[in-house]
């Protein structure tokens, strides 16, 4: 995706929920998504348990809470331009932090649900170090997943946390997007959680809150 391509859609111009220590003050920062329905407020009071000092926290909120109107699984174009617009959302985020002086491998993709599907395809499809990704009940967007995804990560934290009976996130997608970040050069963790359903449990946010404290370190 260009640079511009999403840079005049339905999520720009929506707040930018922070928390955290102050962007001024901060030696890193995480970019929180939220899932359909829910909003960057409630991502930002979820991150206060990931909180360590001089983390910013950064949350875009989607338009009518919604990235995108259909499945993460549908093809892609049925997906715009909330998809385009909500990937600009997380490079103006990063953008906020660049600016207050925090470098982008000391900024970390924090996502649940379809937050989560948004922030492993900002991912890949942007691919340099960064600080992390957490992707919590999510995976890569699309009918089907592109054959190659180039580019380095050079080594960035992915953690990929998810049920194996997901009602909205297919196991096998997990397996495909650890996969694609494999053979990215990312230090993928992948853990599926037997019948947890569509939500997150202590042991994600647990791993989570490690590599958030290692931002920092």
Known sequence: MSAD??????????PLVTGGTDLADAEAALVLTHGRGATARGMVQMADELHHRGVAVLAP???????????FLAPVDRNEPGRSSGLQAIRDAIGEANDAGIPTERVALIGFSQGACLASEFLARNPRRYG???????????????DEYPGDLEGTTVFLGCSDVDPHIPEQRVHDTADVFESMSADVTKRLYQGMGHGINEDEMAFVSEMVADLVD
């Open 132 to 146: 992390g990704l957490a992707a919590l009940s999510g995976g890569l967007i699309g009918e089907e997943l592109d």
């Open 5 to 14: 391509a999403g840079a005049n859609g339905p999520h720009q111009n929506q």
């Open 61 to 71: 909120q989607a338009a009518r809470q919604t990235w995108y109107p259909n499945s």
